[in-house]
């Protein structure tokens, strides 16, 4: 059957395997409703309602279509959780689209998104979040003159590994940074909500006259306005990631979706519609970072508030970010499509501490060279891609084996809205405005194929991979782990 067998043995860690014969480590299940509210609103809600803004109204040409674009994001957010609370309730591994479309499709689709996400498109994703959080925070220091990049690029860095020693020391300090840090930026948020209905009040509505004149309709620009859209909503799927840590998953994923996603596509449309109350639209074009800006205008002298809540906001961002891009590494791995020593945690802290330092470099090595803008567009093109894919999978699940246990179902209108979506995020910019950088992204997905048949298919593993792998177990003190899919 197309429906892949789970594993019900450990992939065998010969050598390396230093709790022969004994129990092995689980990861805790310590992520609750609350927590997992936080891990996808406090993800989303990061670097992308202070900066995305002008580039949505850049692309789309006025205020009121991108508030509609706005909106829309969010509906499919919504739309694209939902499909993957059911998938996450059929298969209650964690992995996200990789454990989907392993079961699904089989391992080689799996190990190219395995490849590709580990690799890059994670990493990419927490450089991103990391080099804003840099802007804001170091912003303060020099007022009237735009940061060095060494600073900005050394603070990210510190940034990432700050989240590292966090992450490895406890699941539990994790979800409590998540938990603070996402209080603190609805905070900020409902701030700017109120600033803005205020201004709305004293009849400052000049923005929204005529709102819809000089409308980009062109396939490309409406995608790439999407694209800086949906990165502000990223993290809709990253309670998919940790299923096997999450308290009675069946229940809890679909209403953490539920509760997260309308809440924070309602702040998103409150606080545009405050930024456009305090600015006129060639004035947001012009803002490097539009929060600083509308607090400039609305705070005044407080206007630090605004830096400071910024900076909050995208510090816990990328702590979510980092907490299920680590898990992807860590389940590649345990399934065999990574080295071994990644699917393995510490025995003390229960945390996947080397597939998280691994993480951690990447990401390191994508902030030297790291450009904003670049960053998301290329994150988007290769999500979608991977999103469309999973999704096609869960059509092919309700169609072929509807007799599959599931506690949530969803209707099947919605994820094929989500996959006409997919497919025009990744066609209408190719079509629209070729570049040459998707052709560099095609050729990377494409090269994990020199990996996968020998290393993969094969299995020809160099042998002095186990003496490696064994002396890095004693290093970091970590065991083989095995999974709880109860």
């Not at 094929?416 to 209408?428: G, K, P, Q």
Request: hydrophobic letters at 50%; aromatic letters at 10%; proline letters at 5%.
């Amino acid at each position: 059957s197309t429906m892949r067998e789970r594993k019900t043995t450990d992939p065998p860690h010969s050598s390396t395997d230093l709790n022969e014969g004994k129990e092995k480590l689980r990861l805790k299940q310590e992520v609750g409703l609350i927590s997992g509210v936080s891990l996808i609103a406090g993800t989303m809600i990061g670097s992308g309602i202070f900066m995305s803004p002008e580039w949505v109204l850049h692309h789309m040409g006025n205020p009121a279509s991108s508030l509609l674009i706005w909106a829309a994001c969010g509906l499919l957010a919504m739309f694209g959780a939902l499909s993957y609370a059911e998938l996450g309730t059929i298969i209650k591994e964690s992995g996200g689209e990789y454990i989907y479309i392993l079961r699904i499709f089989g391992s080689f689709p799996a190990f190219l998104f395995a490849y590709t996400s580990v690799i890059l498109v994670r990493p990419a994703g927490l450089a991103a979040v990391c080099l804003s959080f840099a802007e804001y925070a170091v912003a303060p220091f020099y007022p009237g003159c735009s940061s060095p990049q060494v600073v900005v690029k050394c603070t990210a860095a510190a940034c990432i590994l700050l989240l590292t020693i966090i992450n490895c020391l406890n699941v539990r300090l994790a979800t409590s940074v998540m938990n603070i840090f996402t209080a603190a930026k609805l905070l900020a948020l409902l701030v700017i909500v109120v600033g803005g209905l205020v201004l709305l009040a004293k009849g400052q509505t000049q923005s929204f006259q005529n709102g819809f004149q000089g409308t980009s309709v062109g396939i490309g620009a409406v995608g790439v306005a999407f694209y800086q859209g949906l990165w502000s909503y990223d993290g809709w799927n990253n309670l998919n990631y940790v299923t096997e840590e999450l308290k009675k998953p069946e229940v809890t994923l679909p209403r953490a979706v539920m509760i997260a996603i309308p809440l924070v596509t309602c702040l998103y449309l409150l606080v545009n519609v405050s930024y456009l109350a305090a600015m006129t639209p060639s004035e947001l074009l012009s803002s490097g970072a539009v929060a600083i800006t509308w607090g400039d205008k609305v705070l005044g002298s407080w206007a630090w508030l605004i830096s400071l809540s910024v900076a909050l906001s995208t510090f816990g961002s990328s702590n979510g970010t980092f907490f299920s891009g680590g898990r992807v590494c860590y389940i590649t791995a345990r399934e065999g499509h990574m080295p071994d020593i990644l699917s393995m945690a510490h025995v003390r802290c229960l945390t996947p501490s080397p597939a998280l330092m691994f993480t951690s470099v990447m990401s390191l090595i994508m902030i030297i060279s790291g450009n904003f803008t670049s960053i998301v567009n290329f994150f988007s093109f290769i999500a979608w891609l991977f999103y469309g894919m999973t999704i096609s999978g869960l059509l092919y699940l309700k169609i072929k084996k509807p007799e599959l246990p599931r506690s949530y179902k969803v209707p099947i209108i919605i994820p094929i809205i989500v996959l006409m979506a997919a497919v025009y995020l990744v066609l209408a910019p190719i079509i629209d405005q070729p570049q040459t950088e998707i052709l560099y992204i095609i050729a990377f997905i494409f090269s994990g194929i020199i990996l996968y048949f020998p290393l993969v298919r094969f299995k020809c593993h160099p042998r002095f991979l186990q003496t490696v792998t064994l002396h890095l177990q004693l290093f970091l003190e970590v065991a083989p782990t095995t999974k709880d899919t109860d």
